[in-house]
């Protein structure tokens, strides 16, 4: 991925008008929707600029609470979406995508509303060579929690309820001895959409056979399978042929700045979820292209100053000389430096 390939340079894929659902849409008519696009979401706009963002694992929650799929759609969506600016880098886009653990990013500005940024978006826009890293599935496999599965019996109603209450995409189901089918994110939106009845099961809406991958595949070959059989998630196999979880588009993008090392060093040093925990604002800014831009925010940080994602350190902070933080982000060691600013003290770290 080129470093400085930006949002703009794709705008003209992203095909915003489809995206856009109207605020008396209900959740079957949001499904139809990501039939359509298949970005497993739709946004609600106001004066042309997005205003809430409903995703598939909105409504599969839903569904797994009984809601009805006639009930109107916007009381569900999550308001504030995270958006990002047209003249961000992809490099940008993936940081936040990673950072802030979401698959998709509303593009936007003071123009209005631009479209969905996608995983799928990134991964065909960035560089091949990217991937040729020496991971396998089984490093990010570490990462992932036990494998949930069904059976072929399961009756559809569970199988919501599973999808609902542990957060999964996919959801393997398997025979005596091995997988005979897969049930998806997107497989549970259509079967929304369409209804299902009473005493249908799993092994009626699995997807059969399965495009399964060994433990020890490098994570480039992944990804060709995945573009090749247009697929975001494959089952991984161990070594007797038993299932031992799956990859996704999102353990390969969240591992490309450096490999497996890196990454869970990086994780270890900025543990956000304690960080989240702290009664004190909490920023973490990035230099794209330049600008200081922050790219995740703790809980206190937003409260204090509200959606802060993708905004530059002066637009928070406009009584700060830009040569302060010029100084900041040219330091090439750890530094520490105390501001103040309208009576009230911040810390900067600058980390190289």
């Not at 991984?236 to 353990?251: A, F, H, Q, S, W």
């Not at 937003?302 to 040219?330: C, H, Y």
């Not at 009576?343 to 980390?351: A, G, N």
Request: charged share 25%; proline share 3%; aromatic share 6%.
């Amino acid at each position: 991925m080129s470093a400085e390939k930006k949002i703009s340079d794709i705008l003209q894929n992203l095909n915003p008008a489809s995206d856009v659902a109207d605020s008396t849409a209900s959740i079957k008519d949001c499904c139809s929707i990501m039939q359509k696009t298949k970005k497993g979401a739709v946004v609600f706009l106001e004066k042309n600029h997005a205003v809430a963002i409903l995703t598939e694992r909105d409504i599969i929650k839903a569904l797994s609470s009984s809601v009805s799929i006639e009930s109107n759609a916007y009381s569900l969506a999550t308001t504030h979406p995270i958006t990002i600016r047209t003249e961000r880098t992809l490099e940008f886009a993936l940081h936040m995508m990673v950072d802030n653990a979401v698959r998709r990013l509303v593009v936007g500005d003071e123009s209005g509303f631009h479209g969905i940024l996608t995983q799928d978006d990134l991964v065909a826009n960035m560089d091949r060579e990217l991937f040729r890293v020496k991971l396998r599935a089984a490093h990010l496999m570490g990462l992932r929690r036990k494998l949930i599965t069904a059976g072929p019996d399961t009756p559809i109603e569970q199988v919501i309820n599973i999808f609902g209450n542990f957060n999964i995409g996919m959801l393997p189901i398997m025979g005596e001895e091995e997988v005979v089918g897969v049930i998806t994110e997107f497989d549970l939106i259509q079967i929304a959409e369409k209804g299902f009845h009473a005493g249908e099961v799993a092994s009626d809406y699995m997807t059969s056979p399965v495009i399964t991958v060994s433990w020890n595949i490098l994570v480039d070959e992944v990804l060709d399978l995945m573009q090749d059989k247009k697929i975001r998630h494959l089952v991984v196999l161990g070594n007797n042929k038993e299932p031992v979880g799956t990859i996704t588009y999102r353990d390969i993008l969240r591992n490309l700045r450096g490999g497996y090392g890196e990454f869970l060093e990086e994780k270890v040093k900025h543990n956000r979820a304690a960080l989240d925990m702290l009664p004190h604002a909490v920023m973490e800014f990035i230099d794209d292209s330049g600008i200081a831009v922050v790219r995740w925010a703790n809980r206190t940080a937003r409260n204090w100053f509200g959606d802060v994602l993708d905004k530059g350190f002066l637009d928070i902070f406009p009584e700060l000389p830009s040569a302060t933080m010029q100084e900041i982000f040219q330091a090439q060691k750890v530094e520490k430096k105390i501001i103040n600013i309208n009576s009230k003290y911040f810390e900067l770290y600058s980390e190289k």
